[in-house]
């Protein structure tokens, strides 16, 4: 599996001089409720209730059971002032029989007034430009005059200004997201169906809130196509750059589907930024139940070394060396350890290939002979036992090493 021209799979700083850990780009912390988003905080998972935030029973449930289990950022939908107000209770009842929850209200066509009862009751507001000040668009229009975008333009000040007064007096926060499928017909005659579209929309909403002293802002630039949403992340980073701004990213892709294939769409669009050092706090956007969304949000994380919340294994696809049948031990030994949050651990087929290939991982258990396994801690081999025993002589190592918590 070792191939001459790349680096070995264990390679490390140590080996080659270069360290592989990714660098993230420098941005402001942002508060949402007790968590801060940027700023050299980990990224944070967040994800959104299905439920009608009218039925308040339903959503304080959603809202807790997403964040039991380490949703740390919960969105809800508020598309009326019935709904708006209903936040109040939601966040009351959560704070009485849970815990607070970082609250997050999205405020869709002309939501203004929604806003800012909304912004009362939760941590961060998040708005579409596409949206919030919504003009229905001409059939017979084919262009926009400077005086025309310049009066629009200036409506959206005059609406926007005081829910960011409301946001900054209480150092609260606001998400600006920009949906490629919801741009402004404004935007979409000036800049056209693409990232620079996006990122001028965003930039507009981003001035008006500098101008008020409101730097409580975090972006999203989401599309359903995976290149035009890397594209505008990294054009939007380019142009903050450029400005001096340091404002932390959301990633996500909008509709992304269900199943493997939402999963690896989702995985290519914010798993890439990610590796560039871009992005803050992401969410999974699928097509199925909400809970289903933060493993694989973590799983993105741990991939890429930004958090460590379970184990990691490494493990040989299997070849015609391999000594024992490697999908089932695999099996065996996540069964056993993958409460171990933290640990390193190698399931190989072969001594020929196996220990070089094993990464950096704490333990190994890697195939020695037909029906034996070699142990390893870290490069070193600690002992040879029967492969019938193998999984227990494992946990039996690292029990001897201090390392063992009971399930
Ligand atoms: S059995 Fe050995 S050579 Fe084959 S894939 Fe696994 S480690 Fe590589």
């Not at 997201?177 to 981003?206: C, K, Q």
């Amino acid at each position: 599996m070792q191939t001459l021209s790349n680096p070995p799979a264990n390679a490390t700083p140590e080996t080659t001089g270069v360290d592989t850990s990714i660098v993230r780009r420098k941005t402001r912390a942002v508060p949402v409720g007790d968590l801060f988003i940027g700023g050299g905080y980990p990224v944070a998972v967040q994800s959104m209730i299905n439920e009608d935030t009218l039925d308040i029973e339903g959503s304080v449930a959603a809202i807790r059971r997403l964040h039991e289990i380490g949703c740390e950022i919960v969105r809800v939908t508020v598309p009326s002032m019935a709904h708006a107000k209903a936040m109040e209770e939601i966040r009351d009842r959560l704070i009485k029989t849970y815990k607070p929850v970082p609250l997050v209200a999205d405020v869709h066509h002309n939501g203004m007034k929604i806003a800012l009862e909304v912004a009362n009751y939760v941590d961060n507001v998040r708005i579409n430009p596409g949206l919030y000040v919504f003009e229905k668009p001409k059939s017979d229009r084919t262009e926009y005059t400077e005086a025309e975008f310049n009066e629009i333009g200036e409506k959206i000040r005059e609406t926007l200004e005081p829910l960011v007064v409301k946001l900054r007096d209480q150092n609260k926060s606001m998400r600006i997201g920009v949906n490629h499928g919801s741009l402004a017909e404004r935007m979409l005659f000036t800049y056209g169906d693409t990232p620079e579209g996006m990122v001028e929309s965003a930039l507009e909403f981003i001035r008006i809130c500098e101008s008020l002293n409101f730097y409580n802002i975090e972006l999203s630039l989401k599309a359903s196509r995976v290149p035009v949403m890397i594209a505008a992340n990294r054009l939007m980073v380019k142009r903050m750059d450029e400005l001096g701004m340091d404002y932390p990213l959301h990633l996500g892709v909008t509709e992304a589907g269900d199943g493997e294939y939402g999963r690896i769409k989702s995985t290519a669009g914010i798993g890439t930024l990610l590796a560039e050092g871009i992005g803050d706090t992401i969410r999974v956007s699928l097509t199925e139940a909400p809970e289903k969304e933060i493993p694989v949000c973590y799983s993105i994380l741990q991939a890429l070394g930004l958090r460590r919340t379970m184990v990691e294994y490494v493990a040989c696809p299997s070849c015609g060396r391999t000594l024992f049948n490697l999908e089932e031990v695999l099996h065996k030994v996540r069964e056993a350890t993958n409460h171990l949050t933290g640990l390193n651990i190698a399931v190989m087929g072969c001594i020929v290939n196996g220990p070089g290939e094993m990464a950096d991982a704490d333990y190994g258990y890697v195939g020695k002979q037909l029906g034996y396994i070699s142990l390893y801690r870290g490069r070193e081999e600690i002992k040879r036992v029967p492969e019938t025993e193998g999984v227990q002589e494992l946990i039996n190592l690292i029990k001897a090493d201090g390392r063992w918590v009971e399930p």
